[in-house]
């Protein structure tokens, strides 16, 4: 297990009470939780001391903690989750998330799950200061906003499969190291014209660019080049298309995910051609796809269970310590099937 070097700023801001809020307000604890929690009491206050004290709970950026309402000097026990719908989907991150639910139970914490069509973003970060959680996970998805919120929340979390390079508060795969264990394995056979399919939409993440990264590297550390397209963002049968109608055509061909080496395997199969025989293909994830292919996939395997474990360990050390967690880059392995072989004497 990597980390990444830690910052000078290790200690979290003390969290801020409903008894400093009083004191900023100059008023009573009693009738601060009146205004904070919007309740009928036996404290009367006017509009203007109601508004006074919450300006100066949005001035000290003031959180509620629920278990201290309910339990005094208690965590909740819970943490909660940030997802977007198309995550609980896909194997990839419901491995990552089955990680999480396996951890958490583990470690006698409950989990919250919210989740949220598209992008998260701030209105839907703002849960955390709703719901009863301790501290909260959020995948790459979130936008700037959400991460703006969470810094003016002050609330313990951790970032999963993020782009963020921050010292502290990130749990990722190691991408690049990954595709260079492709790369390495195919060299190893006797390729040499190994070709790449991206991602198919022109979405931006930062997968998508460590993958390539990776592969361009790799090839250069055997001193060779990226076999070239002109088409970039186009549906994967149309760029397996491109690469078998080259002259040569490369050996092997690396995808993006296992879900998109299927199809290029498919359509490979369509042209006539065999798997590994006349093309070795090699996918990425490694968590329930390359079951399924022609051919069983050699893939790049990513720890995505592992993922979702340790981002429960390290939230619960923000918890209980009060001390950032160092983040951490998860290596990646290689899964070798029945997909990739010696490359044909005359491609």
């Excluded at 419901?94 to 914490?109: D, P």
């Excluded at 790459?140 to 609330?155: K, N």
């Excluded at 076999?227 to 055509?249: A, C, F, G, N, S």
């Amino acid at each position: 297990m990597q980390t990444m070097h830690d910052n000078d700023k290790n200690k979290r801001a003390k969290r801020v009470t409903i008894r400093d809020v009083a004191r900023a307000a100059g008023v009573s604890v009693g009738a601060a939780s009146t205004a904070l929690r919007n309740v009928k009491s036996s404290v009367v206050l006017s509009q203007a001391t109601r508004e006074r004290i919450l300006k100066a709970a949005k001035d000290l950026r003031y959180r509620p903690h629920v278990a201290a309402r309910v339990m005094a000097g208690r965590r909740l026990q819970t943490i909660g989750v940030l997802t977007t719908e198309w995550c609980m989907m896909g194997a990839y991150y419901s491995t990552v998330l089955r990680g999480i639910a396996n951890t958490a139970e583990q470690e006698n914490y409950h989990l919250i799950f919210k989740t949220v069509p598209t992008t998260l973003d701030m209105l839907s970060a703002s849960f955390i200061t709703e719901q009863q959680i301790d501290g909260v996970i959020i995948p790459a998805e979130a936008e700037y906003r959400t991460r703006e919120a969470l810094r003016h929340f002050e609330i313990p979390h951790v970032w999963l499969n993020t782009e963020l390079n921050l010292p502290t508060n990130c749990v990722r795969p190691d991408e690049k190291q990954g595709m260079r264990l492709a790369v390495d394995h195919l060299v190893k056979l006797g390729h040499r014209r190994i070709a790449y399919s991206h991602h198919d939409t022109a979405d931006v993440h930062w997968t998508t660019t460590a993958r390539e990264m990776g592969y361009v590297e790799g090839l250069r550390s055997h001193g060779l080049e990226p076999v070239p397209t002109h088409e970039q963002y186009i549906p994967i049968q149309e760029h397996v298309d491109l690469y078998l109608d080259m002259k040569p055509r490369p050996t092997a061909l690396m995808v993006y995910s296992d879900p998109m080496a299927v199809l290029a395997c498919n359509r490979i199969v369509e042209r006539g051609l065999r798997i590994p025989d006349d093309i070795s293909v090699v996918g990425n994830e490694g968590v329930l796809w390359q079951r399924y292919a022609f051919r069983r996939l050699t893939t790049v395997k990513a720890p995505a269970a592992e993922l979702g474990q340790a981002a429960v360990r390290m939230l619960i050390q923000e918890i209980e310590t009060n001390e950032r967690p160092e983040s951490v880059i998860l290596p990646q392995t290689i899964e070798i099937n029945e997909s990739t072989a010696p490359p044909p004497a005359d491609p």
